[in-house]
């Protein structure tokens, strides 16, 4: 059985940081592509970053340049660092893992999700 579990999320003031972290089990960690993906009240999921089974990246324009997502094989877990976060950032925080690549991209129904972490930025 397949799980992936976050931990990280909390209250934070603009301009601060926090770290998202998403371990994984029931699976070969080390051969998945994992996102990262939130949702904000009254608005829909959208895709934050995804990193893939060799460590490649890619970031949506709203984060990039303020969050990094980054994996440990040896701990099957994903991580996101999230600095200079600003209000509108708040979110439930979801990450998803999927065998291919486009399966945790844009627009993708990643095969698996975790439960979500709370991420809110005050002002």
């Known amino acids: 059985q397949v799980q992936l579990v976050e931990s990280g999320g909390g209250l934070v003031q603009a301009r601060g940081s926090l770290r998202l972290s998403c371990a994984a089990s029931?699976?070969?960690?080390?051969?998945?592509?994992e996102g990262w993906f939130r949702q904000a009240p009254g608005k829909e999921r959208e895709f934050v970053a995804a990193?893939?089974?060799?460590?490649?990246?890619i970031y949506s324009d709203s984060v990039k340049g303020r969050f990094t997502i980054s994996r440990d094989n040896t701990k099957n877990t994903v991580y996101l660092q999230m600095d200079s976060l600003k209000v509108g950032d708040t979110a439930v925080y979801y990450c998803?893992?999927?065998?291919?690549?486009?399966?945790?991209?844009?627009?993708?129904?990643?095969?698996?999700w975790g439960q979500g972490t709370q991420v809110t930025v005050s002002s």
């Open positions: 029931g699976l070969t960690f080390s051969t998945y592509n």
């Open positions: 998803a893992a999927d065998g291919r690549l486009r399966g945790v991209l844009p627009g993708s129904s990643p095969d698996y």
């Open positions: 990193i893939n089974w060799t460590g490649g990246t």
